[in-house]
């Protein structure tokens, strides 16, 4: 058993991280994905994660929204998501806990993963509803007007098997958002994309990235998107942080020679 | 439990372990029917002859769709009707191998359709010929897929014949009714004959997972 | 005697012993359907204690007969201090046995819902009890509805055992008929055409159209 006393109760300050990873670990069996992540992500703050498949950056993501750790602690917004307090000590968290700290992160996902059952507009008011409790009209108002900025609102009625790729990633970011995440979790978000509908799907992570102010991380293989547009870009291998800093820093002058091997590979195939 | 009597019980279960023997004969004999007949049944709607297709699909799903009890008592009473007179053996199982033979079918031809087009042509190309193409390309192919149901089908074969006891058919069900009646208990008989069952069918549909897996290992397709 | 003059001295009782059936049908249909979605639902739990009795529920009426069921419940139940009037005894036995093959179509249904799902119902924090009755179930219903049709026919066929009991059903009617008029070609035979005629053109057709309805009410056509 490792010991969790180590690890504060909350985080407070002004200056506290939104998202903070204190020795994280992951295991699948015998296999270490992540092995002891310290990890902070300020308030506001956009983080591109790249890395070779395998190097454990998709996990970083899931750890937060899907799967449980098996070392060290998370919080989200000061609070631990891992764990909760009881009796003054941290303890593994409880599913129904976990469900309520989860709630102030959103997530994309590669194969965008609507709900074929349900309307554009339904897919997004149905966390509204459902979860939050939100009445009927306000979660209309508020989906729509989500569905506008994607650009979707004309497209609101169609199930998902009637969008395209792009539209339906667009629509899938607006489900996210309609549940007024303080944290959103892109992961390899245009992956799935046919190369033409890439810039669409773009265009809107832009456009949260310069109005909305969201702490977003993004797992992703377009480098030139996560130079463009992030404050940070940590490269991942063999489950930690190899390399981590601005991107004029890390893709103009990267330190590392794993760094530099990954940027050209990476640049030869485009 | 209740009114068990273990010594009554003991009693009649050499009886209906002869039973057992009489069933399991059942459905042996019926699937035996049933896989030949069905291979027929298959491959009679794959020929270029679109109204023997029609005619044979249809008959398939008449008796599919229609109940095997009522099927078991039309060909005991009706044979006579023109003359002919079957035991009820004969007649039970005429009527479950040809009620099996239809889902049998339907697998075999499911394991066909599972093989790609591009098998069909490959073998074109090489100039095989039918019976080459589905001998040695085609029905090692469909077989596996098939097989899941063929094994299914000789369970629920199994399952079925206590309905042969309405014509007279001395297998399990027929001796338990008669336990039953001659001594005024049927706790019993119904209960052991249900744990029969059980004892059976349940290690058969597990060593049927098990051969499946060894025929997919076998033929590399896993 | 012709045919027709048969079907007009006995079409009464053909057509008494069909109602019979259909309610049958009707009854044990609704309870396969109800017991499958608690069944398979408790099959798919974490928790042993819920697992186990769907698991044990499920390999006994699947591993035995239906007939025995059907005779158990009828004459040894009583004994138990349950007894069933005989119509009742019918639906209920072919409802349990068709309810447990239901209820692995039922788990296999939300099974094949793409893991995907369940992570994006997840990523929206959705309670368990939401998650199955919003996202997965509604899913797992369009795909499972196929095979539903071919359980619905076999239930069809498992209502002519309760003629075993003496239900009167269209079985029963048909071996009555027989027993006083001999004509068993004219009277099984007209049994199986009425059976034919339920399953190929009420039962069939009305799951097909179920199925282009769900289909569409999903967006998949």
């Given at each position: 058993m490792e010991d969790l006393s180590q690890f504060p109760l909350e985080l407070d300050g002004?200056?506290?991280?939104?998202v903070s990873f204190r020795k994280v670990t992951k295991r699948y069996g015998s296999l270490?994905?992540?092995?002891n992540l310290d990890l902070d992500v300020a308030e506001g703050e956009m983080v591109s994660i790249i890395g070779?498949?395998?190097?454990g950056k998709t996990t970083v993501l899931r750890m937060l929204m899907l799967e449980r750790i098996q070392g060290g602690v998370i919080y989200v917004d000061g609070q631990p998501l891992t764990h909760e307090v009881r009796d003054g000590a941290l303890v593994p968290a409880s599913e129904r806990y976990l469900r309520r700290a989860r709630e102030p992160i959103g997530m994309c996902f590669q194969h965008f993963?609507?709900?074929?059952?349900?309307t554009a507009l339904q897919n997004c008011m149905e966390g509204p509803v459902?979860?939050?409790?939100?009445s009927r009209q306000e979660a209309r108002a508020r989906s729509e007007e989500l569905l506008d900025m994607v650009g979707l609102i004309d497209k609101?009625?169609?199930?998902?098997?009637?969008?395209s790729g792009g539209q339906q990633q667009r629509v899938a970011i607006a489900r996210a958002l309609a549940m007024r995440p303080k944290v959103m979790l892109l992961d390899?978000?245009?992956?799935?994309?046919d190369p033409e509908v890439i810039g669409e799907v773009t265009e809107v992570i832009r456009k949260l990235v310069r109005e909305h102010r969201l702490t977003i991380m993004m797992v992703t293989h377009q480098m030139g998107f996560a130079a463009d547009i992030s404050d940070r870009v940590c490269f991942f291998y063999g489950g930690r942080i190899e390399e981590q800093g601005p991107p004029s820093e890390l893709?103009?002058?990267?330190?590392?020679d794993r760094t530099r091997q990954f940027l050209s590979a990476v640049k030869s195939a485009d | 439990m209740f009114d068990w009597k273990w010594d009554f019980a003991f009693e009649i279960l050499p009886r209906l372990g002869w039973a057992t023997l009489n069933t399991l004969m059942a459905a042996g004999g019926g699937y035996a029917i049933a896989i030949v007949l069905g291979l027929v049944l298959a491959l009679a709607q794959r020929t270029p002859l679109r109204l023997l297709t029609f005619v044979v699909r249809e008959f398939v799903e008449f008796i599919r769709s229609t109940p095997l009890v009522l099927q078991i008592f039309f060909v005991f009473y009706v044979a006579p009707q023109f003359g002919i007179r079957l035991s009820p053996w004969t007649s039970g199982m005429i009527a479950i191998g040809l009620h099996y033979a239809a889902y049998l079918s339907e697998v075999y031809r499911g394991g066909i359709e599972s093989v790609p087009k591009g098998q069909w042509e490959a073998c074109r190309s090489l100039s095989m010929s039918t019976r080459d193409t589905y001998v040695r390309v085609i029905i090692p192919q469909a077989l596996p897929p098939a097989l899941a149901g063929m094994g299914n089908y000789l369970v629920g074969i199994f399952k079925d014949t206590?309905?042969?006891?309405?014509?007279?058919?001395?297998e399990l069900m027929h001796a338990a009714n008669a336990i039953g009646s001659e001594h005024y208990r049927f706790l019993e008989p119904y209960t052991l004959v249900g744990l029969i069952f059980l004892a059976i069918s349940l290690p058969s549909a597990a060593l049927i997972r098990v051969f499946e897996t060894w025929v997919r290992k076998k033929l590399g397709l896993s | 005697m012709s045919y027709w003059e048969f079907l007009a001295e006995h079409g009464g009782r053909f057509l008494d012993g069909t109602l019979i059936t259909a309610g049958q049908f009707f009854l044990s249909a609704a309870l396969a359907i109800a017991i499958a979605l608690v069944a398979g639902l408790m099959k798919l739990s974490d928790n042993a204690l819920i697992r186990t009795p769907a698991v044990v529920y499920i390999e006994i009426f699947r591993g035995t007969s239906l007939l025995v069921q059907l005779y158990w419940i009828f004459f040894v139940l009583p004994l138990f201090g349950i007894t069933l009037e005989k119509f009742t005894a019918g639906f209920v036995a072919v409802g349990m046995n068709l309810g447990a093959y239901g209820a692995e179509l039922v788990r296999g249904g939300i099974q094949s819902v793409p893991k995907g799902q369940w992570e994006a119902a997840y990523a929206l924090s959705m309670s368990p009890a939401r998650r199955m009755w919003r996202i997965i179930l509604p899913q797992a219903l369009v795909n499972m509805l196929p095979p539903w049709g071919n359980l619905l026919i076999e239930l069809l066929k498992g209502t002519a055992l309760v003629s075993l009991i003496s239900v009167a059903d269209l079985m029963f009617e048909a071996k009555q008929i027989n027993g006083s008029t001999f004509l068993s070609a004219q009277a099984f035979g007209t049994a199986l055409i009425i059976y034919y005629i339920f399953a190929r053109l009420i039962v069939t057709p009305f799951m097909r159209w179920l199925e282009t309805v769900m289909a569409r009410k999903i967006g998949k056509a």
């Open positions: 002004a200056d506290r991280p939104m270490t994905v992540l092995d070779p498949s395998g190097s993963n609507l709900f074929p059952h349900m459902q979860v939050l409790g939100l609101k009625d169609q199930h998902p098997s009637r969008l390899e978000v245009t992956s799935a994309l893709f103009g002058n990267p330190q590392k | 206590p309905m042969l006891s309405v014509i007279g058919v001395a | -």
